[in-house]
């Protein structure tokens, strides 16, 4: 994609040097100036990519020549499937020619050589041959070309490619920087009256939590009242269950039959699979509510054979495990399956009975497709006056969102999450905001959730905009004096949509609103009645903190950021949630790692920063399973958990820290603490290469620290450092590293 990000993101003290350097020699204006830049780190590159495109433009708007207004710098992706720098170039110049009008030329940089890694060997090989032709065509190049690089196509032009490398003019190495986890949102599954109730009893039920963003916990079902679920983008792995939609109750029951209170348990989402079978896809694709069936012989026998067929299921199925409750609910409504005198009773008892099960943990997608195609039937043989039109309206809902969580194919998650939404929005129509509140709000945030989801495939601006748009709408009678966790869990939510919004539009506003929802939020949550839950949103407002960090006011946003994640760790211990622990010691780490880069010229305070990053990042792995330590071969005795934040890049993280501690010039170690540190940092990016494949970026990035670091502990010891830092690296890896030291 073309860069469009023109923040102007703090980078570590290193970064902004080399970006000066940078701008200044673009800036120069001279032709034929061949520029490599050399970033594995792709956010950062983005940024910084950004930066550069939008200030030598505003450079170009101050000018006074006839060129005033004309860019600067041109962005350009390589397209893979021709990957020629130098045509996409000539092709930009030949689209801008034929505009008309006087132009200076200006520079322009290549992005998407990464994208090279995953085509084949042949498209790879192309690649190296248009840059070996890049010398007779360089001297005809009117302005200056800036190529961004990860460190291993870096490597491979070098060695491959020695006449393009002879041609370049200057060489800008980036170093990757730790980022925290983004935040969860949280979506509550609620359990509302049945219809014969009056909406003002409605009571309080726990919040139930989805994870929403790349990167919070979420935790064991059995240690969370609220389960917290990753926002992820597809493809990554999630560690944790599922969101729930807000379900109604059982609606045809007796007036003494009781509420089912009990909290929703969420599904996890399947696994993608090659082998996959054939999906099964919603019955009613038309629309959410199918026109009412006429009296037709031919539709009744469809109807009724589809209730024996339901029938035989119920009386075949055995409840493995159940609750005695679960039992008599099934027995009690096959007998009143008897007594039904209108085909809607059968088909909502039909519906009910499965959707008890969906409540009860038995989410599966055979389940959820009964109780779809059950409540679609009812609806046909209801009144649309009827009251339980909207709350039926709001299972289909909630089906169509859970059922979008097994499918494979983008396509069919954003057609399942389209019928979500559209039976949503219907069900809103069907009921009087006046007359049921709460109801109301319920859908507003179910409504809010389902298009959260639908901004992660398609339309992203304008979907997290109808996400916060009805979230605010929940808000509206959703209030803190009737039911203040339901109230606090959707200022949650609405805080993870503006911090979702914020990645791409209108950064400083958008995190501002963010921190606003997270304060209101954990001021109506008490942390002794929910730990977890208080402890969750002080995470969530401490990475929000961090992102303002980014844009204004560093030190103060950073040092918020610590506070809100020490007050998170005070609830998300180890003991009660240990993968939830691990993730808020990461983000501390990384909130000190970006702390002490602000205090430059204050050594005492650098390097107390540091040592504190160094112990969040090293509790983090310990808590994971991980092994952070190097003269230790068995730290922990705790297995390995599923976390949601790459270890291997945290062990990088951590390695980077021990060895900025133990190199810099201004460092207030003795003698004999820099090589203990130095070996500390050759141990974590070790780690890194023995568990990650040679392809893969964070082995690259491990294997250029670990040069780093043996240079470093020759220059501290010379020639019995550098000989023991060697005796410390596998075999294998040393035909790599020798010739390069």
Known sequence: MTVTDTASHQVSSWNRQTYQRLKLALCLGLRRQLFVAVCDDLSLRNRLAGKLQAE?????????????????????????????????????????????????????QILGVEGLTRQSPRLQRLFLRHLQATPRYLPRLESA????????????????VPEFWQWHTGMFEFEGEPTPLPPVGAYKPETSLNSTTSEQATPSFKEDLRQLLVNDLAQEQEQLPLREIIWEKPGESENGDQYVPELETNRVSSENDAIVEEELKGQGKKETQDDNDSIQTPLTQAGVIPSPLNTETEEEESSLSFTEAAEDKLEASELDGAEASDVKLAKEQEAQSEEFAEPAEAFLALGNYYRHLI?????????????????????????????????????????????????????????????????????????????????????????GAAYGDLAQHQDQLENLEFSIRAYEEALRYRLPESDPIKYASTQ?????????????????QNLRAATA???????????????????????????????????????????????????????????????????????????????????????????????????????????????????QQQPTQRNSIAVN??????????????????TESQSLLEGKSKPIHLEAALHQHVQVCEGTSAQSDSYQIALNYIIKTIRALYSESGISGQNLALSKIPGHLLPEILPRL
């Open 56 to 108: 030598l433009d505003r450079t170009s708007v101050q000018q006074t020549s006839q060129y005033q207004g004309d860019p600067k710098l041109v962005s350009l992706n390589l397209n893979l499937s021709n990957p020629n720098p130098l045509a996409e170039i000539a092709q930009w110049l030949v689209q801008h020619r034929q505009s008309g009008g006087n132009y200076s030329t200006p520079g322009f």
């Open 145 to 160: 070309l800036l190529l961004w690089l990860p460190r291993p196509w870096f490597h491979t032009i070098v060695q491959s």
């Open 359 to 447: 409540e009860h943990g038995d989410a599966s997608e055979e389940n959820l497709e009964t109780a779809l195609r059950a409540y679609e039937q009812a609806l046909q043989w209801l009144e649309e006056s009827s009251p339980q039109v909207s709350e039926i309206l709001n299972d289909i809902g909630n089906f169509y969102w859970m059922l979008s969580r097994y499918q494979t194919t983008a396509a069919e998650i954003v057609s399942y999450l389209q019928q979500a939404i559209q039976a949503y929005q219907l069900a809103l129509t069907k009921l009087s905001v006046e007359e049921a509140p709460h109801t109301y709000a319920m859908i507003e945030n179910n409504l």
């Open 492 to 508: 949650n939510n609405l805080g993870t949509a503006y911090w979702n919004l914020a990645q791409h539009h209108d950064p400083i």
């Open 517 to 631: 929802a997270y304060n209101e939020a954990l001021s109506h949550y008490d942390p002794e009645a929910e730990p977890l839950n208080w402890a969750m949103i002080q995470n969530n407002l401490g990475t929000a903190y961090w992102n303002l960090a980014q844009y204004e006011r560093p030190e103060a946003w950073l040092k918020l950021a610590l506070f809100a994640y020490q007050d998170a760790l005070k609830y998300r211990t180890l003991e009660a949630a240990p993968a939830a622990h691990a993730a808020t010691q990461n983000n501390l780490g990384t909130a000190y790692w970006h702390l002490a880069d602000r205090c430059q010229e204050n050594p005492g305070p650098r390097a107390e920063y540091l040592q504190k990053c160094i112990e969040a990042y090293e509790k983090a792995l310990e808590a994971a399973g991980c092994q952070p330590f190097a003269h």
């Open 645 to 662: 934040f790459d270890v291997f890049a945290t062990h990088n993280n951590l390695g980077l820290a021990h060895y900025q501690l133990a």
